[in-house]
């Protein structure tokens, strides 16, 4: 067993593509984890939407061996952590499992959003932080503004900073040194009873349900029976290991140590991630604090095109949501759509994730319905209630108030794009709270509904500020708002799939948007088909397919004209009982392309 004060735990933070996962590859190839042959840059994002996409999604363990310049040993587990706001809980169960962090900061793009909010949740979780200057070899590099930067927005002193390149390899071997010396050694007794922190759980097709822990006192070892502290489960430890970063099987994990375990548990709902894990025959009195659950922030329902692929459906959800713990679901109907799931997400970025590996990890082809954040309504009776989905919202008879929530949002944007950015806050029904300079980089601190940021707020961010501004937000509070439902019509049909709530000066626009967009989707039928947007009965926007015509005329040569006219009164008469029994289909693309609106 590794001696405790030879341990070190640490996870690197940053913000998007500030180099965290290039810096772990060079960790790595330094340590010699990997021969030179097996490399891969990013090799620790290992899905292929993480290399598709450039960016880090699922957090990634690895145990490496390093030989300090003091001739000692020592072992060190490394975090590789998500940089984007959506993966944010990853990040905060990766710091309850360390006790340092390595902060990346870009020496050309200095301190961005996210970095002060990956800062601040180190900070709360008691970490030792070492600053790191990263990209020093860009001509556009400048470290002393960066660390005057760190120390004025963040408040770290960075005189220390370790200047380093993860292209070209320097500094890295100035941060191992740093890791051994700087960050302090894990605490822990091995003679007590068990007490390991369940940190990650994932569904593997071979080896059924593997779990990543942390032990904190006692010894995990093979052959050991265990029991879950939160389900109560029991299973016995199969095999125990690390990834270094290939898996290596080992006998047993003690104190300070991080490795996975397969216990051969079969059911999802075993493996809740925070637990804390003891032995059954010599039980721990305390468990672990465990992780605060993951709020959801936005909603959207997913819908199988195939009705039968709704089993398999649920399955993939399952195994999903074992692997991702912010992600939650539950069963839903539509009448237009069938049978499906209300799915629950920390943001747009997530939802697209998901959507994305369920029909490559799965093969399901899925419809999925506008976006929507939960809202608070307080029925004339006094009752609460949470609204999910903006069909199940009641009559407006009923209902007394209803809230929605607002975010507090930071965004740092060079002053050039400032009033851009301003404007585009104040559109969106913003208040602004805080705007404050440091250099020639603007932080503008708002509070906005979380409504207006789920569609495409930070598309039109990055556009007009070309890419340079970066925006992290957090739940702040509920408020009342003049919110309405608006229902989509076709052939005075409601489709509930479409139901969108807006706030009342926005609701004809948006309403409109969805119209004509359905125009163009909605194949033409052989009579006209009207598609109304409408709050209650008042209708505020209409569009109007036109009908196809058959020309009934075609076999009439000649002749009176009368004979013409009584062959089109009669085509005439045949349309108006078309248009009342005739029932529209909408074929099932056009759900997904009309609720793309927010790209306008």
């Known amino acids: 067993m590794i001696e405790i004060s030879k341990i070190r735990n640490f996870s690197i ?64 587990n490394l975090m590789d952590t998500p940089g984007h706001v959506d993966f944010g809980y990853e990040v905060s169960r990766s710091l309850a499992a ?7 900061v870009d020496a050309s793009q200095g301190v961005e959003a996210q970095t002060l909010a990956n800062v601040y949740q180190a900070i709360n979780a008691d970490h030792e932080i070492v600053p790191v200057l990263n990209k020093i070899d860009l001509p556009a590099a400048e470290p002393e503004r960066v660390k005057a930067q760190i ?33 302090p050694p894990p605490v822990g007794d091995k003679d007590a009873p068990l007490q390991a922190l369940l940190v990650d759980s994932w569904y593997d097709a071979y080896l059924g349900v593997m779990t990543l822990v942390r032990v904190r006192h006692g010894v995990l070892k093979k052959g050991m029976k265990i029991r879950m502290m ?51 025959r010599r039980p721990t009195d305390t468990a672990l604090p465990g992780f605060a659950p993951s709020i959801p922030v936005v909603f959207c329902g997913l819908f199988p095109v ?22 939650s679901f539950e069963a839903e109907t539509s009448a237009a759509l069938g049978f499906g799931f209300r799915c629950g997400f920390l943001g747009l970025l997530h939802m697209e994730v ?23 309504m307080t029925l004339t009776d006094g009752k609460h209630l949470y609204l999910h989905n903006p069909a199940d919202m009641p009559e407006v008879s009923r209902l007394a108030s209803i809230e929605e929530p607002w975010i507090k949002a930071t965004i740092m944007t060079p002053d050039e794009f400032l009033g851009p950015v301003l404007t585009l806050c104040t559109e969106r029904r913003g208040e602004q709270i805080d705007l404050t300079y440091a250099g020639n980089r603007a ?25 340079y501004a970066s925006f992290d937000y957090a739940l ?33 626009g948006k309403g409109r948007a969805i119209c004509i967009r359905l125009k163009d989707l909605v194949p033409r039928q052989m009579f006209k088909v009207a598609l109304q947007a409408a709050i209650g009965g008042k209708v505020i926007a209409r569009e109007t397919i036109a009908a196809l015509r058959k020309d009934v005329t075609a076999k009439c040569y000649g002749g009176d004209i009368s004979r013409k006219k009584k062959l089109l009164d009669k085509q005439k008469e045949g349309k108006k009982k078309m248009r009342q029994f005739g029932k529209v289909e909408i074929p099932q693309n056009a759900f997904f392309e009309a609720l793309k609106m927010g790209d306008n």
Do not use: W
């Open 230 to 280: 939160a389900t109560g489960a029991t299973h016995v430890i199969e095999r125990v290991g690390v990834f270094a970063p290939k898996p290596i099987a080992l006998d047993q994990l003690g104190p300070g140590e991080i490795g996975f375990i397969n216990a051969g548990v079969k059911r999802v709902a075993d493996a809740k991630v925070g637990d804390t894990i003891t032995e059954e």
């Open 306 to 327: 195939d009705t039968n692929d709704f089993s398999g459906l649920r399955e993939a959800l399952e195994k999903l949501s074992l692997n991702d713990a912010s992600f």
């Open 354 to 376: 998901i959507r994305e590996r369920l029909s490559r990890e799965f093969n399901l082809e899925l419809i999925s319905t506008a976006p929507s954040v939960v809202y608070q």
């Open 151 to 183: 120390e004025e927005v963040i408040g770290l002193p960075a005189d220390d900073a370790i200047a380093a390149s993860a292209k070209t390899g320097a500094g890295i071997e100035d941060i191992l040194e740093a890791l051994v010396t700087k960050l």
């Open 476 to 508: 702040d509070s509920y408020r009342d708002g003049d919110l309405v439902k608006v229902s989509i019509l076709v052939n005075g049909d409601l489709v509930d799939a479409l139901s969108m709530i807006v706030h009342r000066d926005q609701a004809e």
């Open 98 to 104: 360390c006790e340092g962090s390595l902060l990346i």
């Open 13 to 76: 933070i940053a913000h998007i593509d500030h180099g965290k996962s290039t810096i772990a590859d060079r960790l790595i190839q330094v340590c010699g984890g990997l021969s030179d042959r097996e490399m891969k840059e990013q090799v620790l994002d290992s899905m292929d939407i993480e290399r598709e996409r450039g960016i880090t999604i699922k957090a990634q363990t690895v145990r490496l061996d390093y030989k300090a310049k003091d001739g000692q040993s020592y072992v060190l």
């Open 443 to 467: 932080m503008a601190v708002y509070r906005l509904p979380l409504n207006e940021v789920v569609f495409d707020f930070y598309d039109r961010l990055k556009s007009i500020t070309r890419g």
